[in-house]
Nanobody
């Protein structure tokens, strides 16, 4: 059974930092691209960052470039999202996602990140 469990969310002031973690199990982690998505109230779910399974190449949403960093630790089957210089616009539920080239995709339950003074 695939499981993706997010942790590390919470409330932070503007300009602050948080690190999200997603612990994965039930599949060969190193063969999957891992992503973070987010969904804010009244908005569609959007891709925040993705890290590939082979090359480790990363992509970011324009809104988070220079502030967020995605990384993976295949030995721990964990993907991270380091979020710096947080803005109120970053407030959302953040979801961990796994995907391979054969149409298999799974989601975590999501974790709240709130940026507010």
């Amino acid at each position: 059974q695939v499981q993706l469990v997010e942790s590390g969310g919470g409330l932070v002031q503007p300009g602050g930092s948080l690190r999200l973690s997603c612990a994965a199990s039930g599949f060969t982690f190193s063969r999957y691209a891992m992503s973070w998505y987010r969904q804010a109230p009244g908005k569609e779910r959007e891709l925040v960052a993705r890290i590939s399974s082979v090359s480790g190449n990363v992509i970011y949403a324009n809104s988070v470039k220079g502030r967020f960093t995605i990384a993976r630790d295949d030995a721990k089957s964990t993907v991270y999202l380091q979020m710096n210089s947080l803005k109120p616009e970053d407030t959302a539920v953040y979801y961990c996602n796994s995907a391979n080239l054969f149409g298999k995709e799974d989601w975590g339950q999501g974790i709240q990140v709130t940026v507010s003074s």
